[in-house]
């Protein structure tokens, strides 16, 4: 009975140590409620494959409550979360902040390849201070929604490929449209006061050869490209009027599409997530609509805005080891794939893209890997947030026809090296 009993002590002992060890992973994901459902299949199926337990915490749909949601535990150096998404945006933050498990040793460990992964968001977004902290799990990136019907039925063989194209094509088609379609508009994009209205200046910056950073990755907004990329995008709503007089005062990506899917609009600027809802039942524009790259200025190419979602660990995960099979798990390529043909979303491996199956089902998927292979990121700053909202500020009083461009740009450098120096 003695060796009976010790046995079963030491069997529990053993049971409760492996426990320790192991954990329960804990993984923290929002969005879409469909979205959020995804994840709870594919949590059920990792848990049979792998035989590690693992729970899926609910975030919200909105992306600020989500990032607040974690940076709460993780400030507090709480063991849970083991695992998160992030947006891009909040990796420098996450990463300055020493919140993040680098990867590498388990990458080494394990003679996992990166390979099929997008060389530039590794680049841009998942490295810190030459640490990999993160892997791609969605891309994002802007482009160029256009009416195919409407170009061809005023004999424009392409979508084009600079901003005065662009211009000279919606001036015509939006003065003969007019007659039939008061509220027909040449070009909607995103011009509220939110993070939105920093994609699209950075895209229409970068497409001048401007940007937000030096070379030696100094802030610097000032800048002659971006003063003639911020003030053509007054230009499009005041001077050439192809874009709605509330630009700057309602238009985000929900408003956009709508009003474009209304059949209101030539060209529109979003992110991939709007082709399906284009071409779903009811849309007036179903069948009718391509997808280009955004065009560039003369001379120049044009620039997509890098976005998407990425996976990382808590430096403060107990059960990291763990945590690192998740990620190989959702960053496989069968899983990648899931992700595609189930959600629809644009994957963070290269391969997946030429994949038979997939190039059948999502056609549009092909135009979509060489948007992603050039886009750009926004600046990876521990700071980011403080500075996006500078640029939100003035950028859209710019906009607003309160404040000329240079000026608006002056302002904001200056206030943004205030925050620059705080955090030196």
């Not at 909607?188 to 229409?204: H, K, M, P, R």
């Not at 907004?221 to 990329?229: G, K, R, S, V």
């Not at 629809?344 to 059948?360: A, F, K, L, S, T």
């Not at 886009?375 to 859209?396: D, G, H």
Request: glycine share 8%.
């Amino acid at each position: 009975m003695k060796k009976i009993l010790f046995a079963l002590l030491m069997a529990s002992l053993l049971l409760v140590t492996c426990t320790r060890r192991g954990g329960k992973l804990t993984f923290m994901v929002g969005g879409a409620p469909s979205e959020v459902e995804f994840w709870e299949k594919l949590t059920e199926s990792f848990e049979k494959e792998t035989g590690i337990p693992i729970d899926l915490i609910r975030q919200p749909t909105d992306t600020d409550q989500r990032r607040q949601g974690l940076v709460i535990p993780l400030k507090s150096r709480q063991r849970d979360p083991d695992l998160f998404l992030m947006d891009v945006v909040w990796i420098g933050q996450f990463a300055a902040s020493k919140w993040l498990l680098p990867l590498d040793r388990w990458i080494h460990r394990d003679d996992f390849s990166v390979d099929p992964f997008f060389d530039r968001v590794l680049e841009f977004a998942d490295r810190y201070n030459g640490d990999l902290i993160a892997l791609p799990i969605y891309v994002d990136g802007g482009l160029l929604y256009y009416r195919k019907d409407l170009l061809q039925r005023f004999g424009y063989r392409a979508p084009p490929r600079s901003w005065t194209e662009l211009v000279r094509c919606s001036l015509e088609i939006q003065k003969a449209l007019r007659r039939e379609f008061p509220n027909f508009w040449g070009y909607c994009w995103q011009g509220a006061q939110y993070e939105g209205l920093v994609c699209n200046f950075l895209e229409f910056a970068a497409s001048n050869g401007g940007g937000f950073t030096t070379q030696e990755g100094e802030l610097c907004l000032n800048l002659p490209e971006n003063i003639e990329a911020l003030q053509f995008m007054v230009d499009l709503i005041h001077k050439y009027k192809i874009s709605p007089p509330n630009t700057y005062t309602e238009m985000k990506e929900e408003e956009v599409r709508s009003l474009f899917q209304s059949g209101n609009a030539l060209f529109e600027r979003n992110w991939p997530y709007a082709w399906s809802l284009h071409q779903a039942r009811g849309s007036a524009v179903k069948g009718k609509v391509g997808i280009a790259p955004l065009p560039g200025f003369e001379g120049k190419p044009g620039v997509s805005a890098l976005g998407g979602w990425h996976i990382g660990i808590s430096r403060y995960s107990d059960a990291k080891a763990q945590a690192w099979e998740f990620v190989k798990f959702v960053t496989s390529y069968k899983v990648q794939k899931e992700l595609v043909v189930g959600l629809g979303w644009n994957p963070g491996r290269v391969d997946i893209y030429d994949d038979q199956e997939v190039r059948e089902k999502f056609p549009h998927l092909q135009a979509l890997k060489g948007v992603f292979e050039g886009a750009v990121a926004r600046p990876n700053f521990p700071y980011y947030t403080l500075v996006s909202e500078i640029v939100q500020k003035w950028v859209n009083l710019s906009l607003a026809g309160k404040i000329g461009a240079g000026e608006a740009l002056d302002r904001a450098e200056k206030e943004a090296e205030r925050v620059v120096r705080a955090y030196r």
